[in-house]
């Protein structure tokens, strides 16, 4: 007689040796596995909860050397592009280059050049290839570093210039805010300015794409930070909102998907490039105005300085996980970071991802500026509704704040 | 800088008209326009004018010059006093009288025939242009980029930072020189390493080498090098041929070259014996040695695996057999003490004799492989041919004698011989000896009929007692319920029952009944579809008389298949099949015509509508609306669709009853109602009907609250209709649906970065642009006249101070 048995073999399922990894037969049928949709909506709202555990983290802190650069203010600090000296400039009109290693036992804290200058320089910025670099005060000049006379210098109009920035990929550009509102863009090479457009405020500072050539960002008195294409200046591509006072300074992510900016109102953004509204706010209870912000050059890091005096360390993606990842944590993180990109229309998932708590002062002001801006839609609302049809426009966001742009 | 001049200059005239004693510096721009003069006393007097000139009111008049005004001078020339202008044409009236002066009065010509030069361009303007042309030529520069900035942004993913760092070769006498031996092992290993001089990197030749190479003469060096090519050459030539050699798959080639092997080997031997016989004795002891190493092992017994399985190969086949013969004639032969021809006759006797019972042995072998070719059962037989087969074998040994191949001639011979005997031998029992005669095949058909009846009745009796018993439960439910049945299943019950009846026509048990059950359906039928009657009842009329053909065949069956039951299965097989398609057909057909036929009703009843109204066409345009929709009566659409709507809202009752479960299941048979009655969980009632007071609205409660906080309201900006959104969200992403490649792929993250890494700007040079030569330092060097003379002033202040 046959016996009928159900049998199985081992090759299937035993594993070689004891550190293989179980195997697990799968059936993908999908009749077996329901709910899709449901089960992952649950899962993405998991994900977006855990994205509320924070965790930070600081290197040494400690400060390893203190340098009495200038006398006065130091108003402008930019490294050399290699990393092995850096510049400084102060309200003495002089222009400071030190090393970067300290001194040796025994050996005074000297500059390794010191340039004196006819006025107070503001701002100063390193070109990104070449020994060469720009500052900024009454006018952009463009050193050697080898000359202590710059050897080209531009002006257009007369302005104090708050700051000068070049640009990483086209080097020979540079973008400079003047206080009289306008951004100014030159050229290097043909040592000539290129274009000036005018905004409704003063621009703190600017700062350029890394990764995309003619992109560079605004950080403006009016709380709005504005990005801009070069070759189109009379509207801005897009324009950040999130600020309640003024944005004094912004940094692109090296890898030109986002960046940070550090406002008056004693906390710090990341906005995606492409966003109007921030991803993130960090601040903390004893963080006051701040004053200069930094994205680290592994775009793992940002770090702040403010007004009382601290330097602050924040991670990018405050729901990271530092240190070494093994792969199915990294496949896990993935998953669910796809769930909540996947799922982000639905309205619990955006509830909880938009969620931030904010001191109360900003808290407050937000609420007042929606008002203000609620206010003033109305206002232009109702303007149009009352007077003939066509003579009065809407004016788009975009547009708003641009006053001229000047050839 | 200009404009700020001139505005100092207007301050100062105002100035001036007001307090002018305070200002003693504005003298110089008032002496400003005579400074070519140098005496002493004009400067005193000039200044002694200006001083009595400050009292008067007209002290902006112009100053006068220190040039005789009416004479025309040598170098200048002045209208002054003469109260109206110089022209050009007066100071060229003397040109046109002398002829002197023709070269001046061409060039004059010249100049007249030319258009006079516009006046420069303001700066301001001129620097806006500068402005416009570098912003064009920067953009146009920053253009190149769009392509590489466009594949980013879509990129699916991009991982940073872009260009990988090239991994620096550094050669190894790099790294060695700059490293120490610091261990007094690695101390050891390199004054090892530096005594031999071993080179640590290529070429890998030591000193010694390559003084060896450098002492021999260029002719030697090629010889060499020819003398080593040859070598290489046949080498492989000779790789080649036996390489060939050895896929050479034909046995009878091997034979042959094993053969011709042994008689060399043989003759060599001989050869040897005349010309030294020391090392023929020293063969024949090696040949002994072989013998005994023979006798030892077991290599060539029939105790191997090979062996064992060609001993049971043997059987049934003959290259098996022969194998195995061959083994054991090389073990004989390899055993066999070798001695000189002369020693004895006896043991070659003894020999022969044992050579012929193997030989006998294995006749007896090859017949029973012979026979197993044919037919397992026969073997019987074949021990019992045992005996006239030995004479056979005696011929075989004869032939051998004869020196033919005995085996190939065995399997002719016998083969015929076989065949005789075996036709002598010849059993009733088995039958399926065809090979046999052709008297036999007759007989054999007819004892193979006799068998096929036989097992032919007794399949028949099998299948007749299962088909009873799968009839008798059909035969009693239909007769039990038939009213229950519906119009479909009544059909296939019945098509089923004649299928059965044709089964039991042997026993030619018609029952009345089962017309009787037929007709009751068609009754009940009726009453629903009134209309449709004629056709049904038509159709039921040709069912009845398929049914009764089935029924004549079934009586005429038994008759034809008296010989064998055999042929009346087959035919009811094939008769059944297409008789049930057929049946099939016919009542798709009926309901298609059915539909077609009312639908073609309708149809012919609007146009008669229409025809009346064409009739009387005084009628207005409303009753022809209330005629055309007369056949929509919204109150009772209204009125069903709250039913079916009602319907559906109710919870349903769970049924989980397993038809098959703790009883026999199967076509037709249903579970009992007390298990179904059991098995059946009624669902609660629902919360009353929000509509159920209100007779003229249905209130949908299909909304559920609950899930509608979760739920997607507005459509939001990438989507431009609901379903690309519902598309996106119904694709499930996790590893639970997807396979591990596919959950790969699809949950990539956008941006990778790793932590530590540098990610620098992008670069021209990273994206296959090429970069500009010049840096931008040298360009800037290389113009500098680009700084505005204001510029140079303050640079030149810069280095005064």
């Known amino acids: 007689m046959k016996v009928k048995m159900l049998s199985r073999n081992p090759d299937h399922y035993v594993r070689e040796t004891k550190l293989d990894l179980q195997r697990v037969p799968r059936n993908y049928d999908p009749t077996l596995h329901p709910f899709e949709v449901p089960r992952e909506y649950i899962r993405a709202l998991n994900a977006t909860k855990l994205e509320r555990v924070k965790i930070w983290n600081l290197t040494k802190r400690k400060c390893i050397r203190t340098i009495q650069a200038h006398e006065g203010f130091v108003r402008g600090i930019c490294t050399r592009f290699c990393g092995t000296s850096f510049f400084t400039v102060g309200d003495d009109k002089t222009v400071k280059q030190w090393k970067m290693d300290g001194p040796s036992c025994g050996e005074e804290e000297e500059p390794l050049h010191t340039i004196l200058g006819k006025t107070v320089y503001t701002g100063i910025d390193h070109h990104w290839r070449e020994a060469v670099f720009a500052t900024c005060g009454q006018q952009v000049d463009i050193w050697d570093e080898q000359r202590t006379s710059p050897i080209c210098s531009m002006t257009w109009g007369f302005d104090s210039i708050s700051s000068v920035k070049f640009n990483p990929i086209e080097t020979f550009l540079l973008g400079s805010c003047a206080s009289d509102r306008n951004i100014v863009l030159y050229d290097m090479r043909q040592a000539t300015p290129l274009k000036k457009v005018i905004l409704d405020m003063r621009t703190n500072t600017i700062c350029w794409n890394p990764m995309e050539a003619f992109i560079f960002t605004a950080a403006n008195e009016d709380y709005n930070l504005y990005t801009f294409d070069m070759r189109a200046l009379d509207t801005p591509v897009m324009v950040h909102m999130d600020h309640v006072s003024a944005v004094l300074d912004v940094d692109y992510s090296p890898t030109g998907r986002e960046f940070v900016s550090a406002s008056f109102d004693k906390s710090i953004r990341i906005f995606p490039v492409d966003k109007s509204r921030s991803r993130e706010v960090y601040h903390t209870k004893r963080m006051q105005h701040v004053i200069c912000v930094k994205w680290t050059a592994d775009s793992k890091y940002i770090m702040c300085g403010s007004d009382e005096m601290n330097i602050r360390l924040w991670k990018a993606n405050a729901s990271e996980k530092l240190g070494v990842l093994t792969s199915r944590e990294r496949a896990a993180t993935d998953y669910n970071q796809k769930l909540k990109e996947k799922f982000q229309h639905h309205p619990h998932i955006k509830r909880i991802s938009r969620h931030r708590h904010l001191p109360k002062s900003i808290y407050s002001q937000i609420q007042e500026q929606r008002i203000m801006k609620e206010a003033r839609r109305r206002k232009e609302l109702n303007r149009i509704k009352h007077s003939k049809p066509g003579s009065v426009q809407m004016v788009s966001e975009k547009k708003k704040h641009v006053v001229a742009v000047v050839k | ?801």
């Open chain 2, 1 to 801: 800088m200009s404009r700020n001049q001139a505005a100092e200059s207007n301050l100062l005239a105002l100035n001036q008209q007001k307090e002018l004693e305070d200002l003693p510096k504005d003298y110089p721009l008032s002496t400003s326009e005579d400074e070519g003069d140098n005496d002493g006393e004009r400067k005193h007097q000039k200044l002694l004018e200006s001083i009595s000139s400050l009292n008067r009111k007209d002290r902006q008049k112009l100053a006068e010059r220190s040039e005789a005004s009416l004479k025309v001078s040598e170098f200048s020339v002045s209208s002054e006093g003469s109260g109206e202008k110089l022209v050009l044409s007066d100071l060229l009236e003397p040109v046109k009288t002398s002829s002197s002066l023709a070269a001046v009065k061409k060039q004059l010509n010249r100049v007249k025939s030319k258009k006079t030069v516009e006046l420069p361009l303001h700066r301001e303007e001129i620097e806006r242009i500068h402005r416009e042309v570098a912003f064009n030529k920067s953009s146009q520069i920053l253009s190149k980029w769009d392509p590489v900035v466009l594949k980013n942004r879509q990129a699916e993913q991009l991982v940073f930072p872009l260009s990988k760092p090239q991994s620096a070769f550094a050669p190894i006498e790099h790294v060695v020189s700059g490293w120490k031996a610091g261990t007094p092992l690695e101390q050891e290993i390199f004054d090892l390493l530096h005594k031999n001089k071993q080179p640590v990197t290529e070429p890998l030749l030591t000193p010694v080498e390559k003084a060896s190479l450098k002492a021999m003469s260029l002719e030697e060096v090629k010889m060499r090098r020819a003398e080593l090519q040859r070598a290489r050459a046949l080498q492989s030539y000779y790789e080649a041929r036996a390489r060939r050699e050895k896929r050479i798959k034909s046995k009878k080639y091997h034979r042959i070259l094993k053969k011709g092997k042994a008689k060399q080997a043989l003759k060599d031997f001989e050869k040897l014996q005349k010309v030294n016989p020391g090392a023929a004795l020293e063969e024949l002891e090696k040949l002994d040695k072989a013998r005994m190493m023979e006798r030892m092992s077991l290599k060539h017994q029939n105790s191997g695996k090979w062996a064992k399985s060609k001993a049971i190969m043997a059987k049934y086949d003959l290259e098996a057999h022969q194998a195995i013969q061959e083994q054991l004639a090389r073990n004989k032969v390899l055993t066999h003490k070798v001695q000189a021809a002369s020693e004895s006759e006896e043991d070659d006797l003894e020999a022969r004799q044992a050579m012929q019972e193997q030989l006998a042995r294995n006749k007896e072998l090859m017949q029973k492989v012979q026979a197993a070719s044919e037919s397992e059962e026969e073997e019987e037989v074949q021990e019992e041919e045992e005996e006239p087969l030995v004479p056979d074998m005696v011929n075989g040994v004869q032939i051998k004698a004869n020196g033919l191949n005995p085996w190939m001639f065995r399997n002719h011979f016998i083969d015929a011989e076989e065949a005789e005997v075996q036709k002598d031998l010849e059993s009733v029992e088995e039958p399926e000896a065809q090979e046999t005669s052709e008297s036999e095949e007759e007989r054999a058909v007819v004892e193979e009929e006799t068998l096929l009846k036989e097992f032919e009745e007794r399949r028949s009796l099998r299948q007749k007692s299962e088909l009873n018993h799968m009839a008798e439960p059909v035969h009693r439910q239909v007769t039990k319920d038939p009213s229950s049945q519906e119009v479909l299943s009544e059909l296939r019950a019945l098509s089923q029952k004649l299928i059965t009846e044709n089964h039991q026509s042997g026993k030619q048990e018609l029952s009345s009944a089962r017309t009787a059950q037929r007709e009751e359906p068609a009754r009940e039928e009726e009453e629903p579809m009134l209309l449709q009657r004629p056709k049904r009842a038509q159709t039921l009329d040709e069912l009845e008389e398929l049914g009764r053909e089935g029924c004549v065949e079934n009586k005429e069956l038994p008759r034809t298949a008296v010989e064998g039951l055999q042929l009346e299965k087959n035919l009811s097989n094939h008769i059944g099949t297409p008789k049930e398609k057929k049946r099939k057909e016919q009542m798709i057909d009926l309901q298609n015509l059915l539909t077609t036929k009312s639908s073609s009703v309708k149809s012919l009843a609007v146009p008669t509508t229409v025809q009346e109204l064409e009739d009387e066409e005084e009628r207005d345009q409303r009753q022809m609306i209330k005629v055309a929709f007369a056949g929509d009566d919204a109150i009772r659409d209204f009125l069903k669709e709250k039913r079916e709507a009602v319907e559906a809202s109710k919870p349903k009752d769970l049924d989980l009853t397993l038809p098959g479960w703790g009883k026999w299941g199967g076509m037709g048979l249903k579970p009992s109602a007390k298990k179904r009655r059991r098995f059946l969980i009624k669902a609660p009632e629902g919360p009353p009907r929000k509509d159920k007071n209100l007779p003229n609205v249905i209130i949908s409660e299909k909304r559920n609250i609950h899930a509608a906080a979760h739920q997607v309201q507005v459509l939001s900006h990438p989507f431009t209709h609901h379903h690309q959104f519902e598309r996106t969200i119904q694709t499930p992403i996790g590893s639970t649906w997807n396979t591990q490649r596919a959950f790969q792929k699809l949950t990539m993250s956008k941006v990778v970065t790793k932590p530590g890494h540098i990610i620098k700007p992008i670069k021209a040079e990273d994206v296959g642009y090429r970069s500009s030569s010049r840096s931008d330092l040298s360009v800037v060097q290389r113009n500098p006249k680009r700084l505005s003379i204001r510029h140079k002033k303050l640079l030149e202040n810069n280095c005064v101070d």
